[in-house]
DNA sequence: CAGTCACGCAACTTATTCAGTTACTAGAAA
DNA sequence: TTTCTAGTAACTGAATAAGTTGCGTGACTG
């Protein structure tokens, strides 16, 4: 795959589910409708299920479900479920500078930084799933 | 380094800067003070000149200065100058995909991180270098 | 003019990350 | 008991990017 991939796999697949919310979907469904390995989907939406997003099964028709509604499931909840921090990189080990200016010009490197990425997630809070994918999706049957 | 490496050198090297505007810098100070490698630095400086943010002059006396005022310059310029893509991942190859849902579904998801890369680089040029080194940084005495 | 300094650039090396893969275990249903 | 599915660990391979070396180019200096 590519870059993003987590997160695009993500989104993808949950707004796969947001269509038909009652099917249980194997691991195997969705990496064949994503292009990719049922381990890799496996690993990502284990992630998803940690934090709540979603529910699995295993056995006999087990498999891969929503845990809620789809409009109760922000962009924001997939990408802090995923851990990522695509832009301030999560305030690394910051061994301190010699220099007064340097120390000083790095924590509030980083402060902005952490603003940006706060207002990224405060944006990704202001879609859903079901936005990415709604009921009147022309290309579903609405059953 | 580590991830997000160039937009934070270039962040800070701009921000640095900032504080002194009429210096000439060359790229192994930069490259001390970010504690990485003058080829680096040039390589990533390299991407701003193209974009006029930075001039650069070589022989003696030569080295990298702001092109315009600090407060001239947003991180959206920094951040498309580098062609950084954080959210997106500039809508890849796209090989089409057999099924009408699942190909309409993945035109959607598109749709929707372009949005969000959008959003960000909106609220990127919503901060420019001054404000990210103000003119009244208590460490840099004004000159 | 010769020497030095700095950028420009290409090529190579190294480290890290992550998708992909294989193989196995555990649990649930048929 | 068989089968199907998730869970997980371990390994492989590809891609990305930083780091490094070396050399060319242009500009200032003495």
């Known amino acids: 795959m590519k870059r993003n991939s987590r997160l695009s796999l993500a989104l993808h697949t949950l707004s796969h589910m947001a269509g038909e919310p009652d099917r249980m979907r194997t691991s195997s469904d969705i990496a064949e409708h994503a292009r990719t390995n049922p381990v890799v989907v496996r690993r990502v939406l284990g ?3 940690e934090a709540g ?4 099964e295993k056995g006999h ?10 409009s109760n499931i922000t ?4 990408y802090l479920a995923l851990d990522e921090r695509l832009v301030s990189a999560g305030n690394k080990d910051a061994e301190p500078s010699h220099c007064t200016v340097e120390s000083g010009l790095q924590t509030r490197v980083g402060e902005v930084l952490d603003e940006i990425e706060n ?3 405060a944006r990704l809070s202001e ?3 079901a936005d990415v994918h709604p009921a009147s999706c022309s290309y579903c049957g609405s059953k």
Chains 1, 2 share one sequence.
């Open 47 to 49: 992630k998803l299920r």
């Open 119 to 121: 207002s990224l997630v």
């Open 127 to 129: 879609t859903t799933i």
């Open 61 to 70: 028709s087990g498999g891969w479900q929503l845990a809620k509604p789809a």
């Open 53 to 56: 997003l979603l529910t699995s």
């Open 75 to 78: 962009l924001a909840d997939i």
